[in-house]
Structure formats: C-alpha cells, structure tokens
Nanobody, 115 residues
Framework: QVRLVESGGGLVQPGGSLRLSCAASGSVFSINRMGWYRQAPGKERELVAR???????IYADSVKGRFTISRDNAKNTVYLQMNSLKPDDTAVYYC?????????WGQGTQVTVSS
C-alpha cells in the first residue's frame, strides 16, 4: 500500500512558475517509478512526466524544456518544477505510482494559469 499526497498547486499568471510536491508513504521502498499526470476539464488524464529509479525521466512533448521532474529519495518525495506556464497547462495534477501491478493516485492539486 502506498499513500500519495500532492501540494503546491495554485493560480499563476502565464509565464510564471510553480513547484508541485508529492510525498509518498507506506511501502515506499518498493517504488521504482513515480509520475505526474494531469487532467483538464473535458479531457482525458495524460502523462506529464515520469521518473524511475536511477533518475531516468520522460516528458510529454508539450512540457519538454519547461517542466522538470525530480526525486528526493531521503524524503520519499517527487517534485515537478513547472516554468513558463501557459493557459493550456491548466488542469488538476495527480501524482502516480504503480506497485505490484496496482495504480496509486494522489488526491490531485489544481493548477490554474490565467491573467
């Protein structure tokens, strides 16, 4: 079992920055990958970024060069640094991991990019 708790969302102007955090608890020693997804109104949930043990990362094309995913193993926390935010980045952002074939999700944090 894993519990994920996100924080750091909010309202930001276009071009601004936010950093999201996801704290994991429970069977964290078994986690080898963590990711961020987002879901905008009327759209399907999509992968934003993922990081695996060893530090390898993948990003959605729409966020490459603007977002950075990182992980602090000592704190069991994964971060998503979001720069140069655009209105199209507005969504609820969810932290995710897969453990023994089961998906675990956080409660989500709202990010709104608007002037």
């Amino acid at each position: 079992q894993v519990r994920l708790v996100e924080s750091g969302g909010g309202l930001v102007q276009p071009g601004g920055s936010l950093r999201l955090s996801c704290a994991a608890s429970g069977s964290v020693f078994s986690i080898n990958r963590m990711g961020w997804y987002r879901q905008a109104p009327g759209k399907e949930r999509e992968l934003v970024a993922r990081i695996i043990t060893g530090g390898s990362t993948i990003y959605a094309d729409s966020v490459k060069g603007r977002f950075t995913i990182s992980r602090d193993n000592a704190k069991n926390t994964v971060y998503l640094q979001m720069n140069s935010l655009k209105p199209d980045d507005t969504a609820v952002y969810y932290c995710n991991t897969v453990l023994l074939g089961s998906n675990y999700w956080g409660q989500g944090t709202q990010v709104t990019v608007s002037s």
